[in-house]
């Protein structure tokens, strides 16, 4: 499953809000499942409790090249779900990733329900070039209020008006109604760029309009006015453009000290000394960071490690300097770091457990205060090499989201031969990494990578993987 769509109640012709993001591979098959269910509410989606009603199956190649598939839903052993049918509309997400934060209210709506207020919600639609209209978000409904005010939302420019400022948006209040019949209330059109004078101090208002009251009642002014309160508008930055942008790299690179990884004494260990060839953490440690230290003008790289007992009190910690000088932690280039490892494995206790979270905070905390100066000069990069899948699953993917709005990548190289398959989770490639809370990554910043995979290959095919 890569994602679920929101539930609409009481409705046999819903319109989903939700977008799906998908990766669009156009040398490969792609296949999907859609799958239509009546929620009875009562646990996730999809569950025994609810009722199937229907699936399809198709190819993302099918969706791109049509724009709008419409298909019919199939019960199980190939029999049409009577007449239901499911429309599934795509749309490219152009280079410009930005995105727009939107807090709305309403003022003197009018009053829709007979023994109580009425309960407004607001829909935002885009008209398209060939004036169909796509539903681009619907926000929470507000009860017994004909002032509402709905919670800040975010939505991307792309969603939102094709990236195209001018293009004409439609957007309508309704009173909620459990049993799916919403009562119009009004509508008003905008744009994105009459929006935007909602910047700053500003508000922007519109009349909120009943085109059959207008007709009808002499004296119509309107059906309420609904207020832009703030907008912001955040630009995500691709990897490409700090870097042509002029930023420098600078390379972290963490190492896992724990005790699965044997004892360094021995020749079994993924940290064993050999005299004659590098261990896998040196390995792994040399294919990425000299792919890295091109983009890193200084060539000196933090290294870090985590999971082991640090002299001089031997206290476990999960992000100490590997050469032991908490005030510069900064080795000079990759044989630097080398070096600064091999003086390090003998003076340390490896332990546990794997926790990667704090190493990413430490990171992710000189990149926001990079990014608070003006210069904006440096892109952070955080290696972290690991023989075992974290421990601390949930406070990392807490850091991964938080990261995510920084100048800042992750690659994760598994050592050894442990199963990974956790790992691929951070990766995101199979599905938008969220926060325990649910909060999206606002780019994917995480690559993981098993190094056995790459081990026996040239230099520069491990670049290009990387």
Known sequence: QVDRSEVIKSNLNPVFAKIFTVDYYFEEVQKLRFEVYDSHGQAGVGTHDDDFLGGMECTVGQIVAQKRVTKPLFLKYGKFAGKSTITIISEEISGNNGYVELAFRAKKLDDKDLFSKSDPFLEIYRIDDDRSEQLVYRTEVVKNNLSPIWETFKVSLNSLCSCEEKRKLRCVVWDYDSRGKHDFIGEFFTTFEEMQKAMGENKVQWDCMNPKYKIKKR??????????????????????????????????????????????????????????????????????????????????????????????????SHDFAINFNPDNDECEGIQGVVESYQSCLPKIQLYGPTNVAPIISKVARVAADEERTKEASQYFILLILTDGVVT????????????????????????????????????????????????????????????REFKNVSGAATGSCL
Do not use: W
């Open 392 to 451: 601390d699953m949930a406070d990392t993917r807490e850091a991964i989201v938080r990261a995510s709005y920084l100048p800042m990548s992750i690659i994760i190289v598994g050592v050894g031969n442990a199963d990974f398959t956790d790992m691929q989770i951070l990766d995101g490639d199979d599905g938008v990494l969220r926060s325990p809370k649910g909060e999206p990554v606002l780019r994917d910043i995480v690559q993981f990578v098993p190094f």
């Open 219 to 316: 004296n119509y002014k309107n059906s309420g006015v609904v207020v832009l309160l703030d907008l912001k508008i955040h630009r995500v930055y691709s990897f490409l453009d700090y870097i042509m942008g002029g930023c420098q790299i600078h390379f972290t690179v963490a190492i896992d000290f724990t005790a699965s990884n044997g004892d360094p004494r021995n020749s079994c260990s993924l940290h064993y000394i050999n005299p004659y060839q590098p261990n896998e953490y040196l390995k792994a440690l040399v294919a990425v960071g000299e792919i890295c230290q091109d983009y890193d003008s200084d060539k000196k790289f933090s290294a870090l490690g985590f999971g082991a007992r640090i002299p001089p009190k031997y206290e476990v």
